[in-house]
T-cell receptor, first 113, second 111 residues
Framework: EAGVAQSPRYKIIEKRQSVAFWCNPISGHATLYWYQQILGQGPKLLIQFQNNGVVDDSQLPKDRFSAERLKGVDSTLKIQPAKLEDSAVYLC???????????FGSGTQLSVL | AQKITQTQPGMFVQEKEAVTLDCTYDTSDQSYGLFWYKQPSSGEMIFLIYQGSYDEQNATEGRYSLNFQKARKSANLVISASQLGDSAMYFC????????FGSGTKLNVKP
């Protein structure tokens, strides 16, 4: 069974530039999550999708972050413009349903210079 | 806010000994799930163990067991017979519609 796929694995950009991350969840998983993990901290939920609808985006900085999950399968997370404090690992996870255990991708490590 | 608290930023344990990692949570929900994940230095998140709030018995998975005390709202992870490969960050998480993580405990296993 294929796992959660994320790309790119690493990304280095300068502040004020834009960046996008891609995630393809495990086939059949209806719930998809994007987390931000700053070094030394626990993952922080940015947005949660159920199929192609948003369940929770209360911690997503909507002035610069956006996410979509078209057709209820893969998802993209965009940052525009990036700030220095956005340097973090961005983790995508999926689950069969809400309240099920999460399966994580390998993450995208973003460095904003 | 419904929080997950891990009060031990770092812990050391001698190889082959048991160690307990603490986790308390704040919830007004009656039905919820508690999870533990391991994150080695490679960065991957590895699922370890799950406990449902209505489960009467503590969950066990090999060398991992969960000491669940519902009234105290605690879900401590016990690792028996620690191995060098257990050195990692450990995160407690709670799930009911939304999946929240604690700040983690860094475990170092000494040879």
């Amino acid at each position: 069974e294929a796992g959660v796929a994320q790309s790119p694995r690493y990304k280095i950009i300068e502040k004020r530039q834009s960046v996008a991350f891609w995630c393809n969840p495990i086939s059949g998983h209806a719930t998809l999550y994007w987390y931000q993990q700053i070094l030394g901290q626990g993952p922080k939920l940015l947005i949660q999708f159920q199929n192609n609808g948003v369940v929770d985006d209360s911690q997503l900085p909507k002035d610069r972050f956006s996410a979509e999950r078209l057709k209820g399968v893969d998802s993209t997370l965009k940052i525009q413009p990036a700030k220095l404090e956005d340097s973090a690992v961005y983790l995508c996870a999926s689950s069969f349903g809400i309240s099920e255990k999460l399966f994580f991708g390998s993450g995208t490590q973003l460095s904003v210079l | 806010a419904q929080k997950i608290t891990q009060t031990q930023p770092g812990m050391f344990v001698q190889e082959k000994e048991a160690v307990t990692l603490d986790c308390t949570y704040d919830t007004s929900d009656q039905s919820y799930g508690l999870f533990w994940y391991k994150q080695p230095s490679s960065g991957e998140m590895i699922f370890l163990i799950y406990q449902g709030s209505y489960d009467e018995q503590n969950a066990t998975e090999g060398r991992y067991s969960l000491n669940f005390q519902k009234a105290r709202k605690s879900a401590n992870l016990v690792i028996s017979a620690s191995q060098l490969g257990d050195s990692a960050m450990y995160f407690c998480a709670r799930n009911f519609n939304k999946f929240y993580f604690g700040s983690g405990t860094k475990l170092n296993v000494k040879p």
